[in-house]
């Protein structure tokens, strides 16, 4: 039986344009037929969608606008059979992205986040959710920092992303990384830095059981703290690439299906490395994901 998790982060509306390439030139207007695109998305409906398309049933949780964008999150949420019962209506506005990205896989990302990060989540609604999970995925936005110790004491294990990293100590993400059980983050804000040592140094901070750093073209590199050891998974390319915004989601995603459907971290992160390279022959980030059953027969089929 599929477990059951609460994924608890950000839904915007996005907005992505394909463009030939950066640095993009100034000009007046263009006339981009068919490579505008809006729909859903934010970190914690790709996860929330990608998991649930996996097979595992999700209560989510979150806030949108009480705006004219609030019913086609709801309708989407409904859609996909998703509840949009912990999806409150708190905010003035929804928040929103706009998303431009190159043939060469290039894109670069503006996010409004609104309202939302001054703005608390309804701590007993909360807590309605969490009680019917076994595993909370909490991303790192800023209203989940005072819930990560209602998570802790549940005893449920926590599973979090803080995307691109530049610090170890970094002030944002401290608390997100203290509390994680799996650890996921961008190789981006390396700027150099071995990767191995610098998952290291979180290691020794925060005892986190797992940390997987995604490395775009590189893959993905893990370390095991039951096992003290590293592992690489190699970057396969499955499809052809149309947009890699929302790999790191997917890897996320598929990694904890791998994870608690199989019991084993390094078969996990191989199946969610498939994932991730099938996920990014779709424009959007909310899109191009597998089930289970298409998992497995991709796994099979690519060794």
């Known amino acids: 039986m599929a477990t059951e998790i609460m994924v608890s982060g950000l839904i915007n509306i996005e907005t992505t344009l394909a463009i030939d390439g950066f640095p993009l ?56 059979g998703i509840s949009h019962h912990g999806v409150c209506r708190t905010l003035v506005q929804t928040p929103t992205s706009v998303i431009l990205y190159a043939p060469d896989g290039q894109r670069q990302i ?14 007993q609604l909360f807590d309605e959710k969490l009680r019917r999970c076994q595993l909370a995925v909490m991303c790192n936005i800023n209203y989940n920092r005072a819930l990560l110790a209602e998570v802790k004491a549940s005893g449920r294990p ?27 983050l961008s190789d981006e804000g390396l700027h150099g830095r071995e990767p191995a040592a610098f998952i290291g140094e979180l290691y020794q901070r925060y005892h986190n059981q797992i940390i997987v750093m995604g490395r775009g073209r590189e893959g993905a590199l893990m370390f095991v703290a039951e096992d003290s050891q590293f592992y690489h998974a190699p970057a396969i390319t499955t499809r052809p690439i149309i947009n890699t ?17 199989l019991g084993n971290p390094y078969q996990a992160l191989q199946q969610a490395v498939r994932f991730a390279s099938w996920k990014i022959g779709e424009k959007g980030a909310a899109e191009g994901f597998l089930n289970a059953k298409q998992l497995d027969e991709l796994s099979q089929t690519t060794r």
């Open 25 to 80: 030139n100034y000009f007046p207007v263009t006339y981009a037929f068919d490579r505008i695109n809006t729909t859903v998305s934010g970190v914690g409906y790709n996860v929330a969608k990608a998991l649930h398309t996996l097979g595992h049933p999700v209560e989510m949780v979150s806030m949108i606008g009480n705006d004219v964008n609030a019913p086609i999150v709801e309708t989407e949420l409904k859609q996909l």
């Open 110 to 123: 503006h996010v409004d986040l609104k309202q939302i990060q001054e703005t608390e989540f309804d701590s």
């Open 158 to 184: 926590i599973a979090t992303d803080v995307h691109v990293l530049a610090d170890p100590d970094d002030d944002y993400n401290r608390d997100f990384m203290a509390a994680a059980d799996i650890l996921f």
């Open 245 to 261: 915004v929302g790999a790191g989601d997917a890897l996320f995603s598929a990694f904890v299906h791998g994870w608690l459907s």
